[in-house]
């Protein structure tokens, strides 16, 4: 084989490979990519049942209610003018409070409950979810207590 | 005074390197011998002045001079020392300066130890170095001076971020910042051998022990904020795909792959236009990193710094730099040589094979992580791209270059047979067969990917010894016992996260105290829960005594987590708690107290989760001996006439 030739054949099997490659991530972002919804487009659009999204807004307050068990909450998320109930398992993280921005990764359930399987609070008064900066949650005066401190 | 010092040291370096470069640019047009004199001392001047505005830096934060606004944005008066001095790279000015720094020192070090490259080349190196250095020096001066005073002066600072208030912090970043800034002497070095026209084995024999020194830091750089991220935010996990991580992983595959290529264009001479391309990759995926990082585009605890224009600052510099580089590679690729031919069952063969998975895993990275950013910037779409599908996507590759690393050492240049590689992998194949057999029989209930997965490492651990067999060991180069090592903490690092990931146990319970509970082999029980005290925190703390469940002699450790209130921001952090055995560990995490008195306890037992963090320090040391391998002059000699045996 001609050193030409051997050039040429790497490189189809190099662009070949990334084929390969971008044709698995492609497929994989469809079934993966979680989209990003608030309440209210929760409300508006039918989303798959178990299918994984993430949903963003604000822990309404007076929301927050322990289960029996003592370490599963419920609580609703709002924006603007819609509502969502949440079910979470687990240690909830340090800046988890009402009347607080908050961006829950999971999925709905039959009843329409949103169940997640991790949620995230500001990290710190500088923080705050990239979902969240842009989100009206109408409640401005505690919008600008909780999220953009 | 000091931060004036610094400031002018800062100025000075950038004024050396536009000089640097411009005596570089009249050597490369008249070849007078005259210039070379002035080009190494202003390189390494260059490079001390910067150390010098860092050190200056580190003092005022040590000091806690309030009047530098860094400084009292960033730190306290009551910060712990270590704190502070981590506190200089804690944020954003601080960390580019860190950064800068290192480049300009990278530009030092070749003019100080690098011998290999002809006398044009060598200076082509310099200047594109130069060049490099002056456009991040731009960036600091005009968009980010970390010196700018502030007056009047507040009396206490408004401190920095608890998460970064550890130990982690301290090393964390600079190790990472010398493997990203170190691929910079990769990229100068194939861009000054594009300029100078020479591009053989002696350019990547010259490239060789630079990008491995690079790749050494990245890999321990990396496995360090793993385990930040593992026990200081309490979460369980080891990696979670965040965008900033994903910006450290990037380089470190680019890297990763570029050594494997550059061991065959310095030994065979052949694949050079790849192992060009992959040295301009490896230094475009860490400025990339920078720009996802430093632009605040991803918001999350990395991003100190919401500031459009410093992004579209490193973004523009991105831009020139690579497009700059690529650019030149379109017109001078015509000009390379052809390497020299292989079989494709053969060494070359198989590392081309390690590429080409490299950077489809690369590729995978790259658009998971990018893509939420086109998405809404050009579709106004909120998308979040997470672990399911970095998983998902890039296992099957994983998968398959470990299976690709059980042959591939193994097989000789140019070319080989099917037979005799057959003979030499049937070991570890039927170990891995066995284990599989073994496991579907012992553990019937584990997926078949976690069986799979620590089958693969398994067969691994013993086919990374498989190049040593038939071998004279005294004679045996020490690259050889490098690749053998690293490749061997390969398969413990996968072992570790295959174990992790199939074999975690949870517990996750409301307790009272004097409640006993059993997780794994262990018994646990909430002994007390009491208040205590830092530096620069109170904390609640549970006392847990843990002993094993089948052991009467009584032995009993504790776990003591925290809630941590701390003060200067005031800011609560949990602080996960550790047990460490050579198998695995048990991480609790203590949650909040619930209206009936009992206390949210969460518990894992973690198997072999350490051997992940254990097997990347293995890769590391694997490099650092072939390192060793590579500058020793004794041994030089001998692999010259010899290379890579």
């Known amino acids: ?149 | 005074m000091t931060a004036e010092a610094g400031l002018i040291a800062l100025w000075l370096a950038a004024a050396l390197a536009l000089l640097q470069f411009t005596v570089s640019c009249f050597y490369m047009r008249t070849e007078d011998e005259n210039l070379l004199k002035i080009i190494n001392p202003i390189a390494i001047v260059q490079g001390l002045l910067c150390l010098l505005s860092f050190a200056m830096l580190t003092l005022l934060f040590l000091d806690t001079d309030l009047s530098v606004l860094l400084v009292a944005q960033n730190s306290h008066i009551d910060k712990p020392w270590i704190f502070k001095l981590a506190g200089t790279w804690g944020n954003h000015e601080g960390s580019m300066l860190l950064w800068v720094s290192i480049l300009a020192l990278s530009g030092a070090a070749i003019a100080l130890f690098e011998k290999r490259l002809d006398q044009k080349t060598f200076t082509a190196t310099l200047m594109v170095q130069a060049f490099v250095s002056f456009g991040f020096y731009a960036f600091l001066l005009f968009s980010s001076n970390p010196f700018e005073r502030l007056n009047p002066a507040p009396r206490e600072g408004s401190g920095l971020n608890p998460l970064l208030q550890d130990i982690g912090l301290a090393f964390h970043p600079p190790t990472l910042y010398f493997g990203y800034v170190g691929l910079s002497i990769a990229f100068s070095v194939a861009v000054g051998g594009l300029i100078s026209g020479t591009i053989n084995s002696a350019l990547a024999r010259a490239m060789r022990p630079w990008a491995l020194l690079a790749w050494i830091f990245l890999t321990l750089g990396i496995a360090a904020g793993s385990y930040w991220a593992y026990y200081e935010l309490g979460w369980g996990g080891w990696w979670f795909w965040d965008p900033v991580e994903n910006a450290s992983l990037m380089p470190w595959i680019a890297a990763t792959a570029l050594l494997h290529s550059i061991a065959v264009m310095a030994t065979r001479d052949a694949l050079r236009s790849w192992t060009i391309i992959l040295a301009l990759v490896g230094f475009a995926m860490s400025m990339a990193g920078t720009f996802l990082v430093r632009s605040g585009i991803l918001t999350s605890v990395h991003a100190f710094a919401v500031d459009p224009e410093r992004g579209a600052f490193i973004l523009a510099l991105m831009v020139i730099n690579v497009a700059g580089a690529l650019l030149l590679y379109a017109l001078r690729i015509n000009q390379v040589r052809q390497g020299k031919v292989f079989n494709l069952l053969s060494r070359e063969g198989a590392i081309v094979g390690n590429n080409i998975l490299l950077v489809s895993i690369l590729a995978i990275v790259f658009v998971g992580t990018l893509f939420p950013l086109f998405a809404e910037a050009f579709a106004d779409q909120k998308i979040s791209v997470g672990p399911p599908y970095f998983n998902k996507a890039t296992i099957p590759f994983i998968f398959l270059l470990m299976i690709l690393l059980w042959a591939g050492p193994l097989l000789r240049w140019r070319q080989d047979n099917a037979e005799r590689i057959g003979k030499k992998v049937i070991t570890s194949s039927i170990t891995a067969i066995v284990f599989i057999i073994i496991m579907a029989v012992v553990l019937p209930d584990t997926p078949i990917f976690s069986m799979l997965a620590i089958a693969l490492s398994i067969g691994l651990a013993i086919a990374s010894f498989m190049p040593l067999m038939g071998r004279k060991l005294r004679r045996t180069p020490l690259p050889i016992y490098g690749m053998v090592i690293a490749h061997f903490g390969i398969a413990i690092c996968a072992f570790g996260m295959a174990a992790e990931s199939g074999f975690s146990k949870q517990l996750l319970k409301s307790v009272d105290i004097g409640d006993s509970e059993v997780i794994a082999d262990f018994n646990v029980k909430l002994k007390n829960v009491v208040p205590t005290i830092g530096d620069n925190w109170v904390a609640t703390q549970a006392i847990i005594e843990v002993s094993d469940k089948d052991d009467r002699a009584d032995e009993v450790e504790m776990l003591q987590p925290e809630q941590r209130l701390f003060f200067n921001p005031n800011q609560e952090t949990s602080e996960a708690a550790l047990m460490t055995r050579w198998n695995g560990q048990l991480y609790a995490v203590l949650g909040k107290q619930n209206a009936d008195g009992k206390w949210q306890l969460r518990i894992w037992w973690k198997p072999f989760v350490t051997w992940i963090w254990y097997g990347a320090v293995i890769i590391a040391l694997g490099g650092l001996i072939a390192l060793i391998g590579r500058t020793n002059r004794r041994r030089k000699k001998h692999e010259e006439a010899n290379p890579w045996a």
């Open chain 1, 1 to 149: 084989m001609k050193p030409k030739h051997q050039r040429l054949l790497l490189a189809v099997i190099a662009v070949i490979g990334l084929l390969v490659a971008s044709l698995i991530a492609i497929n994989a972002l469809s079934d993966e990519a979680s989209y990003f919804y608030t309440p209210a487009t929760l409300n508006d659009q039918e989303v798959e049942i178990g299918k994984a999204i993430r949903l963003g807004g604000m822990v309404k307050q007076g929301s927050i209610q322990s289960a029996k068990d003592g370490v599963t909450i419920n609580f609703i998320v709002q924006d603007k003018d819609q509502e969502q109930l949440v079910r979470y398992t687990g240690v909830t993280p340090n800046l988890f409070v009402e009347g607080s921005g908050v961006v829950a990764d999971g999925r709905l359930d039959k009843d329409g409950i949103f169940i997640a399987d991790n949620l995230l609070a500001k990290h710190d008064e500088n923080y705050v979810p990239r979902e969240l900066q842009d989100i009206d949650m109408g409640n401005s005066q505690a919008l600008e207590k909780s999220v953009i401190q």
